[in-house]
């Protein structure tokens, strides 16, 4: 199909080179072959090469990886494909027909539009060089589309490519292209769908891979038919299949791997001896715990009894043993085969995906209320069968609701425990009438049987606290008794400990006491009797004799404060005891 050109004749001063076989424009009006966009170009097919993509065996993942890198590279893995779509209409691309040709210079500046509107809504720590990602990317385009050398490419060779390097999900990046080559009732238009599969395959190209990703007429008719009328769900049915058409394979895997591409395996390669890794892992189907990293599988390295012939698995997430055995006991009761790809020697198959299971309708299996019922008996009462006996809540055979008295019987025959409940018609299952004022006077009955239970609780429980408040004033007033005593105790040691002193100074003589000692007699003595008294006033008395009185009348008070501190301690048990059995009545 000839392309229209919307921008005039060719730029002057334009001039063009050649990167290991790729044309590049250069867009630059100098006219030197050597230009920077040129040389940019030759650096980035350089360091291609150097990650040793060539030594991959299976063309699928050699293109997929090669293009991954482009997209990281460039950045394009960090625009949006929503993005993408929002810069075309923003840069007038969509007023445009789709086969126009456009200046490299309007395609730079379509790219400069994406990539500092990336820059707005990444933080400043994240900011990408966008004058080398702007650079990077038009030279790409430039050597992949402009095979003439003109310095310009068309509009939709820009959208196609955009659209399958940058970042967004697959399904998303296929419905645009269907809006791209569809007509106005929503079918495909089969010339505009060989133009887009030549534009996708041109990515491949640009990276080496035409010997098997390359254009050809039977690329096309690979994937539908010429006579068919595709719609949109048969366009995604076909491109997201497992497997895809041959000539595009390398599309899904490219969303599968960058997916993957931070998934963390913590496992032994089998070949490099590396302890963890990330991407795909890949695990033998003869030899006994063989698992292999992606870079390993890709390129061929073996170690031990394993060979390539061998059939591999290839897995995308890692699940510990623990898991896996709930995962296959879980596969084992639900019978739903899980995810799986299986790679055999150059061929990769995927297994069914696992379907979830559908859960379990429950609205029929309860039953409904009664008001539920009356707001929906027009609606439910045809399609309910006819039975014999009726649950609390359903409707009789006849279809007709019951009245408010029939239903509170049968709650309350439910309640008593009765398995047996009445039909509409007033009948059981042994057609027995029942009495339903008898059954309302005995809950009526129990219910003045539960009043007066209730009466009689709380009548209780204001005794037992009356009783409690008296035992509350009663250890008052004991503690009161106690504290009085614990003072006179302490006032009769203290003149105690005089005393002793007394006589323990060395001017009192050993046969009696002075006349100034007996006057100094503490008057609060004469409490504890008449011994120690006498003890003072007698002068014939000895001293041997007086200090055992006065051990005695000690051991008299200790006496007194026992009996006193045991009748607190048991007054104390039984005003507890008593608030214990309150509460737990």
């Not at 390398?250 to 496992?267: I, Q, S, T």
């Not at 896996?324 to 198959?349: E, G, M, R």
């Not at 051990?551 to 006496?559: E, K, R, W, Y």
């Amino acid at each position: 199909m000839g392309a229209q050109n919307g921008d005039g004749g060719p730029q002057p001063g334009v001039s063009t080179t050649s990167v290991n076989g790729i044309g590049v424009t250069n867009p630059h009006p100098t006219g030197q072959p050597d230009s920077e966009c040129a040389l940019q170009l030759q650096a980035l097919i350089d360091e291609m090469r150097m990650q040793d993509f060539d030594s991959i065996r299976f063309a699928t993942y050699r293109a997929a990886c090669k293009l991954r890198f482009i997209q990281k590279k460039t950045n394009a893995h960090l625009v949006d494909i929503w993005n993408m779509i929002d810069s075309f209409r923003e840069n007038g691309l969509n007023a445009l027909p789709i086969y126009v040709q456009i200046k490299a210079s309007r395609v730079e500046l379509l790219l400069t539009s994406i990539f500092h509107n990336l820059n707005k809504r990444l933080v400043s720590s994240q900011h990408i060089d966008t004058d080398k990602s702007i650079s990077l990317l038009l030279s790409f385009l430039l050597g992949a589309y402009d095979k003439q050398q003109t310095g310009r490419l068309s509009i939709f060779s820009i959208k196609i490519a955009l659209a399958t390097i940058c970042a967004g999900k697959l399904v998303d990046k296929l419905r645009y292209m269907f809006s791209q080559i569809s007509d106005s009732n929503g079918l495909l238009e089969h010339d505009r769908f060989a133009d887009l599969l030549q534009q996708a395959l041109a990515l491949t190209t640009a990276v080496f891979e035409a010997p098997t990703f390359g254009f050809t007429e039977a690329a096309v008719s690979q994937c539908f038919p010429k006579e068919a009328k595709v719609t949109l769900n048969h366009f995604l049915d076909v491109f997201m299949s497992d497997p895809c058409p041959p000539c595009i394979m390398w599309l899904p895997l490219l969303h599968r791997m960058a997916a993957v591409e931070h998934v963390y395996h913590p496992v032994v390669c089998d070949a490099c001896q590396v302890r963890s890794f990330t991407g795909f892992r890949y695990k033998c189907q003869r030899c006994a715990n063989y698992q292999l990293c992606q870079g390993c599988f890709w390129r061929g390295r073996t170690s031990q009894n394993h060979s390539n012939e061998h059939e591999m698995k290839e897995y995308s997430s890692y699940k510990s043993p623990t898991k896996q055995l709930a995962h296959s006991i879980q596969k084992s009761l639900q019978c739903v085969p899980s995810v799986q790809t299986k790679i055999v020697p150059n061929k990769v198959v995927q297994m069914p995906m696992e379907r979830p299971v559908r859960p379990l309708e429950l609205s029929n299996i309860v039953p409904a209320t009664p008001t539920t019922l009356r707001r929906h008996q027009s609606e439910r009462a045809p399609s309910w069968p006819s039975s014999p006996v009726l649950l609390p809540g359903q409707i009789a055979v006849n279809g007709h609701l019951d009245d408010e008295h029939k239903l509170i019987a049968r709650y309350s025959a439910k309640l008593s425990g009765r398995t047996e409940y009445p039909l509409s018609g007033g009948r059981s299952m042994i057609d027995r009438p029942l009495d339903e004022r008898s059954l309302i006077a005995q809950l009526e009955e129990e219910n003045t049987e539960m009043v007066r239970e209730m009466a009689r609780l709380e009548n209780q429980f204001v005794t037992e606290d009356g009783q409690l408040t008296g035992l509350r004033e009663r250890k008052s007033q004991l503690e009161e008794k106690m504290f009085v005593m614990q003072q006179r105790r302490r006032d009769l040691m203290m003149q105690l400990e005089q005393l002793m002193a007394q006589l323990n100074a060395p001017g009192i003589r050993p046969t009696g006491l002075s006349t100034a000692s007996l006057n100094q007699l503490p008057e609060s003595l004469s409490g504890v009797g008449n011994k120690i008294t006498g003890a003072f006033r007698g002068s014939s008395v000895p001293v041997s004799s007086l200090q055992g009185d006065l051990l005695h009348a000690a051991d008299l008070i200790t006496d007194n404060m026992s009996t006193l501190v045991r009748e607190l301690d048991i007054a104390h048990d039984g005003t507890f005891t008593n608030g214990s059995d309150r509460e737990m009545a």
